[in-house]
């Protein structure tokens, strides 16, 4: 099992491993600035703004950025949501306080399976491709295995002093770097892990040696001994689908399912006995997209425009109870919605009931939108927006 960065450092907290000061996990812009303006009024100088996800190389690829201000936050909170990265879209970013960087190294653990024992790989050179280094300036990357006999009671001091000045370490930090070998040693086999690895491994202007990245895998047969590795199960964390991402981040509630009918209702209880008529009248929803209590006519759109974006949609299926949200509301988003989009293929079937239902039927009546069709029950909505669907 991989952990994501800011897990991966929760991990090296915990066993004494030193990390930058504690960042926050958002999901959405919002959740981003309020982050960057919080950790910017603690007086740090900058925050990091970091892509979670489960690959490498997060910062050539735009998905690591630092900020200065909060608008600056805010510009990086917008391009890095929902970014592709080497197929896997963010859609959790960890804000940090910035550390000032004198020197990037590299450190790492790793189950050694050819030598039967635990791999540490060690560099001044950090930062960059480690696989580059060992290629131009192999002499600058120190592999050291160690045998489980070495290793029965940790990882010793002297042992850790060796690599690191081996791997020509300043003279500075060769003590607390040592030191933090130890601890990720210790950390590593505490919590049955396959893979610690620190690049960069910074030295700040103040001497001190932290870990800057962290990139963990834990061992899959050994979840027994940890609650089945439960406190890592991140729910939403790397998903495929980019519309998931966009939606999390304008903070709509939307699920991608594999069907052809698009299913937009207000409200969990309803959109899920929308889900139930569909499948009735013999469909598949294609999404489905919860648009809250109390949604306005923008709120809406965006909604709409959402589901309509998935190639899979064919038609959609509208299933709006009105009781915080009025019946005009809605009907003015529907009209906002196709005004914006132009022209679209998919048909909208919309029941409306409740609050000020009649005046948006009407509403909608007189609007003449090509695209809409109207039905009196959900039964009869469902079937309609069935049959649409697989007319197309
Ligand atoms: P990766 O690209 O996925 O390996 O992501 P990293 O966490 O390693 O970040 C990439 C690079 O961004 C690092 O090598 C640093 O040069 C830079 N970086 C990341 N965090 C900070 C920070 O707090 N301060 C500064 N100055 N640079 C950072
Ligand atoms: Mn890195």
Avoid at 381 to 389: D, E, I, P, Q
Wanted: charged share 25%; with cysteine.
């Amino acid at each position: 099992m991989d952990l994501v960065e800011f897990q991966g450092k929760q991990l090296f907290g915990r066993n004494g491993v030193p990390v930058p000061p504690a960042g926050s996990v958002c999901h959405t812009v919002d959740e981003i600035v309020a982050a960057a303006e919080q950790h910017l009024g603690d007086g740090h100088g900058a925050v990091v703004v970091k892509a979670q996800v489960k690959t490498g190389g997060r910062g050539k690829a735009g998905g690591v950025k630092l900020a200065t201000t909060v608008e600056e936050a805010r510009e990086h909170a917008e391009s890095i949501l929902g970014l592709d990265i080497k197929g896997h879209v963010v859609r959790v970013v960890y804000v940090e306080p910035a550390s000032d960087i004198e020197e990037e190294y590299y450190l790492s653990v790793m189950h050694d399976r050819v030598g039967k024992g635990h791999l540490v790989i060690c560099s001044r050179e950090g930062g960059v491709d480690i696989e580059e280094v060992n290629r131009t300036n192999p002499e600058a990357v120190v592999k050291r295995t160690l045998t489980p006999h070495e290793t029965t009671d940790g990882l010793a001091a002297d042992t850790a002093r060796k690599i690191v000045t081996q791997a020509g370490f300043p003279a500075e930090v060769v003590a607390s770097a040592a030191d933090l070998l130890v601890r990720l040693f210790a950390a590593y086999q505490a919590e049955d892990a396959t893979l610690a690895e620190i690049n960069p491994l910074i030295r700040r202007p103040d001497d001190a040696v932290i870990a800057l990245d962290a990139k963990v895998s834990l061992d899959g047969n050994a979840a027994f001994r940890h609650d089945g590795y439960a406190e890592w199960d991140l729910e939403g964390l790397d998903a495929d689908d980019p519309l998931e991402a966009e939606a999390r981040a304008k903070g709509i509630q939307y699920v991608k399912l594999d069907g052809t009918v698009g299913v937009l209702g207000n409200g969990a209880g309803l959109v899920m006995a929308t889900l139930d008529v569909v499948a009735q009248s013999g469909g598949r929803a294609a999404n489905f997209l919860d648009v809250g209590g109390g949604a306005s006519a923008d709120a809406m759109a965006e909604s709409l425009a959402l589901v309509l974006k998935d190639p899979a949609v064919k038609s959609v299926f509208i299933n709006i109870f009105g009781g915080i949200t009025r019946g005009e509301e809605v009907a003015a988003g529907i009209i906002e919605a196709t005004n914006r989009l132009g022209d679209f293929p998919q048909k909208l079937v919309v029941r409306l009931d409740g609050t000020n239902a009649e005046e948006g039927r009407q509403m909608l009546l007189a609007a003449d939108l090509a695209q809409v069709v109207a039905a009196e029950t959900m039964q009869e909505a469902a079937s309609t927006a069935v049959a649409l669907a697989d007319q197309s």
